[in-house]
T-cell receptor, first 114, second 118 residues
Framework: AQKITQTQPGMFVQEKEAVTLDCTYD???????LFWYKQPSSGEMIFLIY??????QNATEGRYSLNFQKARKSANLVISASQLGDSAMYFC???????????FGSGTKLNVKP | GAVVSQHPSWVICKSGTSVKIECRSL??????MFWYRQFPKQSLMLMAT?????????EQGVEKDKFLINHASLTLSTLTVTSAHPEDSSFYIC??????????????FGPGTRLLVL
């Protein structure tokens, strides 16, 4: 079974609008972490935001927020006030605390239109 | 944030040669580093977990004799693609955990190495 599922291969958003990138996960480990990374065309993986499974509040980092719904096993990324520089691939990832490795989703390509 | 470097960033080589890629954590010690492979428009595929002072742990389907990993120090791991062939052409990217304590599980990635085997 897929550990991380990203169902949106591509998304378009108008500049200055908000966009939500979907991510669902599957784990039986009670302790885990959820991450979002941005990968521009240069290839580097840029860490955006982290949510721990025991965190009570949704994580926020500037224009990025993570909509964590534990019962639904979803960890959607919300980008507010989109900028042209936000155009990139976005990967959702999970780390199970029992295993020291990450699982990545298939990614969502975001295009911000001027 | 933590910085991870990779060298070289680009490699073009002839079929049959071996290529070594270095991954360094620049401002922290990493007991564990990870090597990924990424094909165009696809996700990252974990190849192996590199442990300082011990043998690497390879994922299923990854040939350990083909992809040699050495983690000789707390700041350096190397991946050697032996007898490279065109199908080995890919983007190789490493990452490192800053630490194991809560809040430090984030993996920091190197900038990646693009390998083209002719």
């Amino acid at each position: 079974a897929q550990k991380i599922t990203q169902t949106q291969p591509g998304m378009f958003v108008q500049e200055k609008e908000a966009v939500t990138l979907d991510c669902t996960y599957d784990t039986s480990d009670p302790s885990y972490g959820l991450f979002w990374y941005k990968q521009p065309s240069s290839g580097e993986m840029i860490f955006l935001i982290y949510q721990g499974s025991y965190d009570q509040q949704n994580a926020t980092e500037g224009r990025y927020s993570l909509n964590f719904q534990k019962a639904r096993k979803s960890a959607n990324l919300v980008i507010s006030a989109s900028q042209l520089g936000d155009s990139a691939m976005y990967f959702c990832a999970m780390r199970e605390d029992n295993f020291n490795k990450f699982y990545f989703g298939s990614g969502t390509k975001l295009n911000v239109k001027p | 944030g933590a910085v991870v470097s990779q060298h070289p960033s680009w490699v073009i080589c002839k079929s049959g040669t071996s290529v070594k890629i270095e991954c360094r954590s620049l401002d922290f010690q990493a007991t564990t580093m990870f090597w990924y492979r990424q094909f165009p428009k696809q996700s990252l595929m974990l190849m192996a977990t590199s442990n300082e002072g011990s043998k690497a742990t390879y994922e299923q389907g990854v040939e350990k004799d083909k992809f040699l990993i050495n983690h000789a120090s707390l700041t350096l791991s190397t991946l050697t693609v032996t007898s490279a062939h065109p199908e080995d052409s890919s983007f190789y990217i490493c990452s490192a955990n800053r630490g194991e304590s809560r809040g430090e599980e984030t993996q920091y990635f190197g900038p990646g190495t693009r390998l083209l085997v002719l």
